[in-house]
């Protein structure tokens, strides 16, 4: 595809050169660049001018520093051999050139943020960008030289600000472009054919270049006009806007932009079907609540690096908005800032963002993904609910709570790495999440909301580490595919319904911190075969562990332990191990299950000074080591004090207060 690309660009440029355009690179200015010290594959951040530097991070190239960017030649740009990879560009206020052949071929960028210090972008600044659906042009350009946006195949609609006084040859042939509007009635646009293709309708004022150059080349001209007006700032003229037949919302002035009540308070809001653009000028310091609600036409928004915040609902429902790129003055979007924008694919969010609010990004259905910026503390409630196809999500070590429904519905995310940094999961996190498969839980997480993970089909394991000290009820809810599960010595409670409706629950074992197990905890677990549950246990719930149709044993520890009086809360299919006389045995002499009593079938001393540790063996199989101190350690396998009894044992406790596991205590 490059090699072809190549091929048209040399045909294009004989026939530039047949028009009487000198194209040669001593003509044309072009700077020598230095030799790279490394492989182009290898290197992520170089100069790219006398004062600038550039940066390659994942998809984003940042271009930084002062002055003129290096005018590049064909395919020496330094970041050329990545030009598949990069999706999003973001110049930096300073910069005051695009350098010839700068973005040449990056095939998949589909966002490129302009500063309004930049005067001229230089020739086939952007050629072949066939990824490229918008772009918005400060008013500080000058002069778009030629070929600058040749080949774009995919740029449908553009607006030339009236800062810009040339257009070269060829800048904006591309042949899906259907609307191009030239503020500036006396621009210079260069008198080819060539320059602007015939699909598209040239929108300028009357008598202006702009329509002198329609009618001579048979183009499709429309009067350019504003029709409406009015003001928008907080303290009322500090901020004007103008909508324009083209489509265009501009907003210009100084300071903050009114916070609406409601959608229909914004001045344009009876107009809001004609907005298709929208540019907002340096100076606003602030988009205001409910500003562009439903503007389901919008296309393109250009923010400047004055505004620090983006207000509540500010984009609700944009759903023609792909692409948006915020600020780095920006620090907090509001809640709803851009809810349902359901064609929204890229979003960049700085690292100047510290504050994202409830329901942010909720219902972003065409959104793959998403960096959390460093310096957000908290992720809340809903801020990417809904997100159906969200494929990956980074969460900086600065976040330190996951708040409620904050990633529920995302449909498409397979695995999660949760920071150190968060303390808690709330209720209903990841629930509905059909494709997780993994999720790796920190030990800094000390609670796991109600249904933090409910309905996540595809999670086959998860560990929960002990500084976890309370899961809530529905926590892993019809996770069908879950096989094991260890229930940390932090842990006090299971709830009602945790595991219900784990189908491919095999395993489980409960520390002997637990007290209680809550109503239904464990129904519809119809793979697990045997539990053991531990003697701190004092209470079993109602139908715990209804329709486990597989379970053949249950080892109940506690004697007193209270177990819900109804013959749901064991099956029929379990045999219950238990003391004499106990709570056990009552249980299921009233519901006529088997009963086993428990009983110690071997024990002895296996301390490293002797009775310091005892252990004991019982008929249910649960060896159980106790005391205070160290193991002791076998010289071979044969000399563990259980050996003979290794046939018998089917789960082991070691007990608080136990320092060491001896040399080959339990091999073989």
């Not at 972008?121 to 350009?141: Q, R």
């Not at 621009?187 to 080819?192: G, K, L, Q, R």
Request: some cysteine; proline content about 4%.
């Amino acid at each position: 595809m490059k090699m072809m690309k190549r091929i048209v660009s040399a045909c294009l440029a004989l026939s530039i050169a047949a028009m009487g355009v000198p194209m040669t690179p001593d003509s044309m200015g072009i700077l020598p660049l230095q030799p790279l010290s490394a492989s182009a594959a290898e290197i992520t951040t170089g100069s790219c001018g006398e004062n600038l530097t550039w940066v390659l991070d994942g998809g984003t190239l940042t271009i930084s520093g002062e002055g003129a960017m290096t005018d590049f030649w064909a395919s020496n740009a330094p970041w050329y051999n990545n030009t598949d990879s990069i999706t999003n560009v973001v110049i930096e206020d300073g910069v005051t050139s695009i350098g010839m052949y700068a973005f040449k071929n990056c095939s998949s960028l589909i966002s490129v943020t302009i500063p309004d210090s930049v005067t001229s972008i230089e020739d086939s600044a952007f050629e072949c960008c066939d990824a490229l659906t918008t772009i918005t042009i400060p008013d500080s350009v000058t002069s778009i030289k030629q070929l600058a946006f040749l080949g774009c195949s995919s740029l449908t609609t553009i607006t030339i600000p009236d800062g810009v006084t040339s257009i070269g040859v060829q800048a904006f042939f591309c042949h899906s472009l259907t609307s191009i509007t030239i503020q500036n009635p006396e621009c210079e646009i260069y008198d080819s054919e060539y320059t602007i293709p015939s699909t598209a309708t040239i929108y300028g004022y009357a008598d202006s270049t702009a329509q002198a150059y329609a009618e001579k080349y048979g183009r499709t001209f429309a009067e350019y006009s504003i029709i409406a007006s009015g003001e928008c700032g907080l303290k009322g003229d500090n901020l004007t806007w103008t909508l324009d037949s083209t489509g265009l919302l501009t907003i210009s002035g100084e300071g903050a932009m009114t916070n609406w009540k409601s959608s229909s308070y914004a001045p344009w809001y009876s107009d809001r079907e004609n907005i298709t653009d929208i540019v907002i000028e340096d100076g606003v310091t602030s988009i205001g609540n409910y500003a562009f609600y439903y503007c389901d036409k919008l296309t393109t928004i250009a923010i400047p690096d004055s505004i620090t915040s983006i207000g509540s609902s500010a984009f609700y429902k944009c759903s023609g908005l792909t692409t948006i790129t915020i600020p780095d003055s920006v620090t907090s979007i509001g809640n709803s800032a851009f809810s349902n924008c359901d064609d929204l694919t890229s979003v960049i969010i700085p690292d100047s963002v510290i504050n994202i609010e409830s329901c942010a990004f909720l219902g972003c259905h065409a959104l793959t993904s998403i960096i959390i910026p460093y310096g957000v503390t908290g992720i809340a409630e809903s801020t990417f609910g809904d997100c159906t196809g969200l494929t990956s999500i980074t969460i900086p070590d600065s976040v330190v709570k996951i708040g409620d429904h904050a990633f529920s519905e995302c449909d498409a995310l397979t695995s999660v790495t949760i920071p150190d940094s968060v303390i808690s999961i709330e209720n209903c996190a990841f629930s509905g999440c059909d494709a997780l498969t993994s999720v790796t839980i920190p030990d800094s997480v000390t609670s796991i909301g109600d249904s933090a993970f409910f309905g996540c089909p595809s999670l086959t394991t998860i560990t929960i580490p002990d500084s976890v000290t309370s899961i809530g009820v529905l926590a892993f809810q019809d996770c069908s595919s879950l096989t094991v599960i260890t229930i940390p010595e932090s842990v006090t409670s299971i709830g009602s319904q945790t595991f219900y409706g784990c189908y491919a629950l095999t395993s489980v074992t409960i520390s002997d911190s637990v007290t209680s197990i809550g109503s239904s905890a464990f129904d519809n677990c119809s793979t697990l075969t045997t539990i053991t549950i531990p003697d701190s246990v004092t209470s079993i719930g109602w139908s715990a562990f209804s329709n486990c149709s597989a379970l053949t044993s249950i080892t109940i520890q506690n004697p007193e332990c209270e177990i819900y009086n109804d013959e749901d809360t064991i099956p029929s299919t379990a045999t219950i191990h238990g003391y004499a006389d106990s709570t056990a045995q009552s249980y299921a002499e009233k519901y006529e299950r088997t009963f086993v009593e428990i009983t110690i079938i071997a024990s002895g001393e296996c301390g490293a000074e002797g009775d310091n540790l005892t252990w004991t063996l019982d008929s249910a199989g649960l060896l159980t080591i106790s005391g205070e101190g160290e193991m002791v350690d076998c010289a071979t396998y044969s000399d563990s004090p259980w050996y003979d009894c290794r046939e018998s044992i089917t789960a082991v406790v070691i007990e608080d207060g136990v320092t060491s596991i001896g040399d080959l205590s339990f091999i073989d």
